[in-house]
């Protein structure tokens, strides 16, 4: 039995529908079974954080999502243990690199301490290190659904977004295949994206024309960015900054694990075309 945390999110529900196709036993964890919409082939459990041991009653495999574990993500990879879990695949960050560590950012303390906390619960384990989410740009969508100006910070901050279901296609072959206990994988997608180029990729997907207007830095609020949480937002406006003019890292290791390369800004953009309608 595989345990996804997070099941709803951008990663964990294109995670849990891989897995279910590949007739895998999975355990969904949301904290509301009614809400989540998840595939019937999954056993969707209430995330009651209180009851880890029940969350992790039968499983062998756990897919760590440590904003949904949150401050009782250690009681989770002890009942984890307890269970007989063998190996834990954790969403961490690109923001965790080895030479080149910003270790005051609060993104980076918030994952290298769970980093740690898995490290040290003795299980197998592997760190997947995505770099920068497509799906960030659903920031944009009460914006792109109420006209054809976008206003937000950076224009020219530069990135390489990548895939949701291209994480989750990698996050599936490192709890189902074997191979990668103690790896870390780097995750991007596969080409430079301005934040103007993001927007005129999806007003390309929706058949508008769409324009950015830049407005400075201090004059965002948390609700231009509602995936961050609020005491990470200058953390990240700090790390969006840093991307300004600078051609960003790209690995190839989607296509390494999965065998299909990552899929671009614009294939992306196409595949969320409702989110920006509604
Ligand atoms: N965005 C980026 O560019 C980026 C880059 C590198 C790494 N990351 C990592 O990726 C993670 C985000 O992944 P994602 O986009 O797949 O997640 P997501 O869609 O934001 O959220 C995943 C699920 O977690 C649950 N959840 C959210 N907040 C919670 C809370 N306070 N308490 C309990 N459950 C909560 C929710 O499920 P229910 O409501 O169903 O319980 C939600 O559907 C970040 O946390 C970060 O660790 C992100």
Same mark, same amino acid.
């Given at each position: ?6 099941? *709803?999110? =951008? ?21 509301? +079974? ?47 243990? @307890? ?13 965790? =690199? ?8 609060? #993104?980076?303390?918030?994952?290298? *301490? ?21 799906? =960030? ?15 937000? $910070? ?5 990135? %390489? $977004? ?8 990698? /996050? ?10 103690? @790896? ?10 301005? *934040? ?19 407005? +400075? ?39 390494? #694990?999965?065998?299909?390369? %990552? ?5 992306? /953009?196409?595949?969320?075309? %409702?989110?920006?309608?509604?």
């Amino acid at each position: 039995m595989i345990v996804v945390t997070g099941a *709803t999110g =951008n990663v964990g529900r294109a995670l849990v529908e891989r897995l279910v196709a590949e007739d895998q036993p999975v355990r969904a964890l949301t904290r509301d +079974p009614g809400r989540a919409t998840l595939p019937s082939g999954a056993e969707v459990t209430r995330l009651e954080l209180d009851r880890p041991a029940h969350l992790l009653d039968g499983a062998t495999k756990l897919f760590l999502h440590i904003q949904a574990t949150g401050d009782r993500t250690g009681d989770v990879l002890d009942a984890a243990r @307890a269970a007989g879990v063998r190996h834990v695949v954790m969403l961490s960050s690109g923001i965790i =690199n080895e030479g080149a560590d910003d270790e005051a950012h609060p #993104i980076h303390i918030w994952h290298a *301490t769970a980093e740690q906390q898995v490290r040290d619960s003795g299980l197998e384990w592997t760190f997947l290190r995505p770099i920068s989410f497509a799906a =960030n740009a659903l920031q944009w969508a009460p914006q792109i659904s109420a006209g054809d100006t976008v206003h937000g $910070p950076f224009a020219e901050a530069c990135t %390489a $977004p990548i895939h949701e279901d291209d994480i989750a296609a990698v /996050a599936a072959r490192a709890l189902i295949d074997d191979g990668h206990s103690g @790896a870390v994988h780097r995750l991007t997608g596969p080409e430079p994206v301005t *934040t103007t180029e993001q927007i005129t990729t999806i007003g390309h997907a929706l058949g508008r024309d769409l324009r950015f207007i830049e407005v +400075p830095p201090d004059q965002v609020g948390p609700g231009l960015f509602p995936h961050v949480p609020p005491s990470m937002l200058q953390g990240v406006l700090k790390s969006f900054a840093a991307t300004v003019g600078v051609r960003p890292e790209i690995t190839t290791t989607v296509e390494a #694990i999965t065998g299909a390369p %990552a899929r671009t800004f614009g294939e992306w /953009a196409k595949d969320h075309r %409702a989110e920006f309608r509604s």
